[in-house]
């Protein structure tokens, strides 16, 4: 790989391209084309913006990422959780429907494209770390039912909005007396159409002799058949004078690149929303990535991949989008059509500017209710209330920070619930370490190994103390470290020696370093020598820089064992 391709990852790849793997990109281009268009459209409505926006931002953004971007399959465009982010951040700051509306939206794509770009440069991919998986697979289960339960309106015909499930709710049992039975009918048959070709058509095809690939790929075109069936329905019905509401004209062509007016006082607003919008969306993108890398034996670069999206959301704020990252469906979709390289996304582009440029007047009948169907469909599949229950059976604490996270979602909104989420998670985090696992350990007879007192039949030592420390000793724990010590050397009066054994620890900050000086010296004080066993390399390292090593009054062995062997300690046994 050469100098520039680690910034270019397209000089990776463009090189070595040939026909198969064209043929195998068109292929995977032509098939998430399919998948891609109602999507779009309906993830633009679901931001609160006109559905051609959806078109713009599945464009640009696919070109940056397939420059920049060093997954090869990974389909970047308008998502459902980062487009209800979207609707959540800029109506604080405009009113939907309004110019307002759309250029802060761009705006906010052009924020998280910087932010993205700016964590990859200086390598704050790590910044993700900070999201557990309990809280983001929490967050996005919230989501969707808020994504689902907010798409009902349409289905019904009714005006409710809301952006908490208690004012949705009130919301649409407020106006239902206003519920227009033809917006149901259209809307309850789109739905079940579309739930039974998720669910059963590509079973029921395979069986009828067709391909398993051929089946999939006309499984993928389940949406856009609702999405011709219900245009053609309300043009001949005549829906739209029986109150159906329609999408109605879409402007024909793509908006000249252009940079989006830079407010500052609104860049201000915007970019605390901004910072969670890129978080979210590069931990969904990525994980997705890794994912279908690890299938293939490639490899993805976290950083590079802040880059990559970054240029995809800039470039998604220069074509009039809003914005975008990696999508989970549409990735699969494209890893199983058969995509080879970042190629499929530049032909999936080049499909969608052409349906923006030549099919945008057939759009003009399409009900939203056949959106909202969509949208329901595609959301309801990322609920998943069995990782819910998994995480309550393995860690309370885990769950009590997904449950903060679903609670705030669902009745406070979405930039709170991830909050509450890390906010709890990291306080967790914090009171546990605080409170490091200390175990006196003894050694198990005939072997060189020790173990917990209080788990195994082992044999300890009379004068001498050995202690096991399970965490890294930091500010928030070294004054607990010494209580412990003091309360263990408090219940044996015959003791001589303390062995801290730091085969656990990974690091010792200046806090903890004071700890042990102060252990130290009140051990010293009471006739007790303090000693270290396995100490990590990087940890002595750090240790000789101080004057700790110098003033201990005992020794650092390499090993448990050569710490007892040399102690020659009085032995006794301890039962399990």
Not at 17 to 22: D, E, G, T
Not at 44 to 57: D, F, I, N, R, S
Not at 81 to 92: I, P
Not at 558 to 569: D, H, N, R, T, V
Request: aromatic share 6%; hydrophobic share 50%.
């Amino acid at each position: 790989m050469t100098r520039f391709s680690g910034y270019f990852p397209i000089l990776g790849w463009a090189g070595d391209y040939n026909r198969s793997a064209l043929a195998s990109d068109l292929v995977a281009a032509m098939i998430v084309t399919v998948m891609l268009i109602p999507q779009s459209l309906a993830y633009a409505m679901l931001a609160g913006l006109p559905p051609q926006v959806g078109l713009y931002a599945s464009i640009l953004p696919l070109v940056a990422y397939a420059v920049f971007g060093t997954s090869r399959t990974l389909a970047v465009g308008p998502v459902a959780v980062v487009s209800l982010m979207t609707a959540t951040a800029v109506g604080e700051v405009a009113t939907q429907g309004t110019q307002a509306y759309l250029a802060a939206a761009t705006l906010l794509a052009l924020i998280s494209g910087m932010a993205l770009i700016a964590m990859g440069l200086f390598r704050l991919g790590f910044v993700a770390n900070f999201l557990s998986h309990p809280v983001i697979s929490g967050f996005i289960t919230a989501s969707a039912i808020l994504i689902a339960a907010g798409q009902l309106k349409h289905l019904l015909g009714v005006s409710a909005g809301g952006h908490t499930l208690p004012e949705i709710v009130g919301g649409i049992a407020g106006e239902l007396g206003s519920i227009n039975p033809s917006t149901v009918a259209i809307g309850a048959a789109a739905l079940a159409f579309l739930y039974f070709v998720r669910l059963r058509l590509k079973r029921l095809l395979i069986g009828a002799g067709l391909r398993p690939r051929a089946a999939d790929i006309v499984t993928k075109a389940g949406p856009v058949a609702a999405v011709a069936a219900t245009i053609l329905a309300a043009h001949i019905l005549d829906l739209g004078s029986r109150g159906v509401a329609l999408v109605g004209i879409i402007p024909q062509g793509i908006p000249a690149p252009a940079l989006p007016v830079f407010d500052f006082d609104l860049v201000r607003t915007l970019a605390a929303p901004a910072l969670l919008i890129s978080l979210i969306g590069f931990v969904e993108s990525v994980s997705v990535a890794q994912t279908l890398a690890t299938k293939r034996r490639q490899r993805i670069i976290p950083d590079q991949e802040l880059i990559g999206l970054g240029a995809a959301n800039i470039a998604a704020a220069v074509s009039s989008g809003y914005p975008v990252t990696g999508g989970f469906a549409r990735s699969v979709v494209n890893f199983d059509a058969g995509a080879e390289t970042q190629a499929a996304g530049i032909f999936t582009a080049v499909s969608i500017a052409l349906a923006t440029l030549f099919l945008t007047p057939l759009l003009t009948d399409l009900p939203q209710a056949t959106l909202a169907a969509t949208i329901i469909v595609a959301v309801l599949s990322l609920v998943d209330l069995g990782a819910i229950r998994r995480v309550w059976i393995y860690s309370r604490a885990d769950f009590s920070a997904m449950a903060a996270t679903v609670a705030g979602t669902l009745f406070l909104g979405v930039e709170v619930g991830i909050v509450m989420g890390v906010g709890l998670s990291l306080v967790l985090h914090l009171y546990r370490t605080s409170r490091p696992h200390m175990a006196v350990v003894g050694q198990v007879a005939g072997t060189e190994h020790f173990r917990n007192i209080e788990r195994h039949e082992v044999v300890t030592c009379q004068d001498v103390l050995s202690v096991r420390v399970d965490e890294s000793l930091y500010f928030a724990n070294s004054r607990y470290l010494e209580d412990r010590i003091a309360e263990l050397v408090a219940q044996r009066p015959q003791l001589r020696h303390v062995v801290l054994m730091c085969s656990a620890v990974n690091a010792i900050d200046a806090s903890a370093l004071e700890s042990l000086e102060e252990i130290n010296r009140r051990l010293r004080d009471g006739g007790i020598t303090l000693h270290l066993s396995e100490v990590k390399g990087p940890v002595m390292d750090r240790l000789k820089r101080s004057h700790f090593l110098e003033e201990l009054e005992g020794g650092v062995f390499l090993s448990q064992y050569e710490a007892m062997a040399q102690l020659q300690c009085e032995r006794e046994p301890v039962p399990a």
